[in-house]
């Protein structure tokens, strides 16, 4: 395995140098890490906290058990990535792609995923309260068994996405895209709907205690509590 010091001499040189590599288990953070290459590369348990990784190749990546506390990820390509059990606290995604990337059992808390493209993501079982999503996409994403409470979902095209049994306590979906979205035993207690789009949505057995939906449609909605 090549140490700390040859990865970033190497890369220095050739910006896709470790594409499709094991750097399994690598310490690079804190390192600047703008535009590279590490599209199908192991990168699982890698150390990146810190680190600027904007506008890099990831996708197909395996970052599965790697964290990346307080990483900059804006505009990072990331279709496809295996993101299992990282810690991506207080990161920031600001415009990354990420269709197709799975995080379950991350954790989110406090990180941005502002403009980002996360459709048909998964998320299951992730920590991410306080997280921030506005204006992004994650239509036909699965964000079943979730905490997000607190987060913010402001804009973000939620069609057809899925928060079975998920924590949305006090989460902003203000003029969210929620059309035909599966909300199964989601917790909404004082959560602000105020102008979403709920149109065919599935709210059976979902706490709605004090949320706030004024200017909902609610045209079609399935299940609609009391």
Partial sequence: MPTREEVLAKLTED???????????????GATLIDVDFFDTDL???????????AACLDAANLEGASLKKASLKKTKLEE????????????????VLPDAVLD???????IFTKCDMGNGSLYEVKGAGSKFN?????????DYSDFS?????????QFASFRETNLTGAILTK?????????????KGADLS????????????????????????????????
Avoid at 105 to 111: A, K, L, Y
Avoid at 135 to 143: D, I, N, P, R, V
């Fill in 15 to 29: 910006k896709h140098a470790y594409c499709s590599a094991n750097l399994s288990g690598v310490d690079l953070s």
């Fill in 44 to 54: 699982t348990n890698a150390n990146f906290d810190g680190a600027i990784l904007d």
């Fill in 81 to 96: 990535a295996k993101l299992i059990k990282t810690n991506l606290t207080e990161a920031n995604f600001h415009e990354a």
């Fill in 105 to 111: 059992d991350s954790i989110i808390i406090n990180t």
């Fill in 135 to 143: 204006g992004s996409k994650l239509s036909l994403a699965s964000l």
């Fill in 150 to 158: 607190g987060a913010d979902f402001t804009f973000c095209n939620l």
């Fill in 176 to 188: 969210a895209l929620l059309k035909e979205a599966r909300l199964i035993k989601t917790n909404l």
């Fill in 195 to 226: 102008g979403a789009i709920l149109e065919g949505a599935d709210l059976k057995d979902a706490i709605l205690v004090n949320a706030n939906l004024v200017g909902a449609n609610m045209k079609g909605v399935k299940n609609k509590p009391p």
